[in-house]
């Protein structure tokens, strides 16, 4: 997470400028394809709130104009199936400024247990800022996944029994996010 597509000098949370809050991901585009991320990015969240300007807007930042134009081309189909004008910006990124460290896997750092099992691992927070293994495990505190999908990667992420056990209870309750 971090703060990105504003002129304002180092911005931070409580000072966030013309910057709106974003993530940034790197991926490898023999595996995932940018359009697929696209696919995600539409899927995942409302794309008329927050208007066009403000911290939460509706933002596509892209490195490369092969990028812009798959994104422009997104956001007409879009627009097309919802029968919808968006307030999605979609412009190059300039800068990405990483937001501060309370503010990196929110989920994960909310939840002791995991948040523990993680530390265990990655002693300086920084290093969890950029572990696959943290983010995946923040998006399962978050209330993502399921099971089936948790058991694939369960030896990746690096639990003990005791943290497997508490995250696949967490995962087998009534009521959790698909």
Not at 11 to 16: L, S, V
Not at 133 to 161: H, I, Q
């Amino acid at each position: 997470m971090g703060y990105a597509g504003g002129t304002t000098g180092d911005p931070t949370y409580d000072n966030i400028g013309d910057h709106a809050e974003t993530i940034q991901i790197d991926f490898d585009p023999s595996v995932l394809s940018y359009g697929d991320l696209l696919k995600v990015f539409w899927s995942a969240h409302n794309p008329v709130y927050g208007g066009a300007y403000g911290q939460y807007r509706s933002m596509i930042l892209y490195h490369s104009e092969d990028q812009r134009r798959q994104a422009e081309a997104s956001l007409a189909e879009e627009e097309g199936i919802r029968g919808a004008r968006f307030t999605t910006v979609i412009a190059p990124l300039r800068e990405f400024t990483p937001a501060e460290l309370y503010h990196q896997k929110y989920y994960l750092q909310s939840d002791r247990v995991l948040l523990k099992e993680i530390l265990a691992r990655y002693p300086d927070r920084q290093a969890i800022v950029d572990s696959t293994a943290a983010a995946r495990l923040n998006g399962y505190a978050a209330g993502y996944g399921d099971l089936e999908s948790w058991e694939k990667e369960l030896d990746r992420l690096g639990l003990t029994e005791e943290g497997a056990a508490y995250l696949i209870k967490g995962l087998k309750e009534p009521g959790r996010k698909p």
